[in-house]
């Protein structure tokens, strides 16, 4: 919307209160050009000068604003619609044409979410010959959580030929104060991919869009593993796991796949979270997919999601995006009970079959971890699981 007209009456269309700015605009322009002493001539003019404010100047405003991208050298800005956020040092595209919750998407592409991480912020360093990827969604202000994680089951040395690596996700917040948190952390500890995206819950879909992009590009490995912040990991027996027993090094997408039973209804009521219109998914139904709380895919499969995600309009329900995606690239998803949606009360020797535990706060993190270690020596005699079910 024209910037002027959103002055006049954005208060009227939000619903928010005071100042009534449609009334005292027409008392004012009206007083202005009934003046007992206003010539007719002059009347014409402040009615062409009324006209060319509404709509020469934001039609010009609107050009320059709708440039992908400006800068005044040591800022950036991002766009929400007219309105402009500051953000230090950092880097972001207009998206309301790409996020709009109602109009299909087209056409859209990575440059429009990468770039969060410029002006020397060090992108995470990737060994080579890397057999597992992790990339966990986190929000900005989840550093406390991180840093559990990375004292706990990220911080386990992953053998030669085992080696793993964990890597957080994390969009923009316009928040100034938190921005420099999490930029500082990224100097810190280097392991977070930041994309230019805002972060909040409807990107989501983005943030895994970006992070797969961003291993495929720059951190290879021979399976990816997508969590949340809120799960714990078994780095202690996953990755032998991958390279002793598993059978499926391509085509694979596994993890908590909802069966039949529970198939997933697209959710059309737009209050809800998870409400996806039906000019971006029009099916009823998703197909199966794994549950993004944890999921491992090969490879081939992430390269062949990436490519197909450029044909297929994002949609903010990102697993069921995912799932979407391997369905049409003819990949059956697999079911693994060692991937868990539900925390209940584990034992220290469930952890020789668990590989992935949902809803996990930082204590239980903690908890978790320690059983793993001890779950190496107290459970000898039980014998471990060589398939994924
Ligand atoms: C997603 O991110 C873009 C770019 O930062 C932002 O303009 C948009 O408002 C965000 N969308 C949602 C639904 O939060
Ligand atoms: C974590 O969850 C447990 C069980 O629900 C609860 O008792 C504990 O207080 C929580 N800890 C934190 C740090 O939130």
């Not at 050009?63 to 880097?91: A, L, M, V, W």
């Not at 000019?279 to 993004?292: L, Q």
């Amino acid at each position: 919307m024209y910037p002027s007209l959103r002055w006049v009456f954005g208060e009227v269309f939000s619903g928010k209160g005071p100042p009534p700015r449609p009334v005292i605009f027409i008392i004012i322009t009206w007083n202005i050009i009934m003046h007992p002493r206003r010539t007719s001539w002059s009347k014409i003019l402040i009615v062409l000068f009324i006209l060319c404010l509404f709509s020469v100047v934001p039609l010009a405003i609107l050009s320059y604003t709708n440039k992908p991208t400006f800068s005044d050298g040591n800022y950036d800005f991002i766009r929400d619609e007219g309105r402009h956020i500051r953000i230090s040092g950092q880097h972001a595209y207009n998206f309301d044409s790409i996020i709009n919750q109602d109009a299909a998407v087209t056409q859209w592409s990575f440059s429009q979410i990468d770039g969060g991480q410029r002006d020397g912020l060090p992108k995470p360093k990737c060994p080579a010959e890397l057999l597992l990827l992790i990339l966990v969604t986190s929000s900005p202000e989840n550093k406390e959580i991180r840093n559990t994680i990375r004292n706990t089951w990220a911080s386990i040395q992953g053998s030669p030929g085992h080696k793993y690596k964990t890597v957080f996700l994390i969009g923009e917040t316009p928040d100034y104060d938190l921005n420099i948190a999490v930029n500082r952390e990224i100097q810190t500890y280097g392991d977070i991919v930041k994309g230019a995206y805002l972060d909040t819950y409807r990107n989501l879909t983005y943030k895994v869009l970006h992070g797969f992009h961003w291993a495929s590009t720059s951190c290879l490995s021979q399976y990816y593993l997508k969590t949340d912040d809120d799960c714990f990991i078994n780095t202690m027996y996953l990755p032998k796991f991958l390279v002793s027993h598993n059978k499926k090094s391509e085509k694979l997408y596994v993890g908590n796949v909802f069966s039949e039973k529970q198939k997933r209804q697209v959710i059309r009521n737009t209050d809800n979270r998870w409400y996806v219109p039906k000019s971006h998914y029009a099916p009823d139904y998703y197909p199966k997919y794994a549950s993004g709380t944890g999921y491992i895919t090969s490879h081939d499969v992430l390269h062949d999601i990436i490519e197909t995600s450029q044909t297929v309009p994002p949609f903010p329900n990102e697993d069921a995006y995912i799932g979407v995606l391997v369905d049409k690239i003819n990949i059956s998803p697999m079911n693994s009970f060692r991937f868990t949606f539900h925390n209940t009360k584990w034992s220290t020797c469930n952890f020789r079959y668990l590989f992935q535990v949902h809803q996990v706060n930082s204590t239980q993190l903690m908890e978790m971890f320690n059983m793993v270690k001890k779950s190496q020596t107290m459970c000898g005699n039980e014998k471990l699981i060589t398939s994924w079910n």
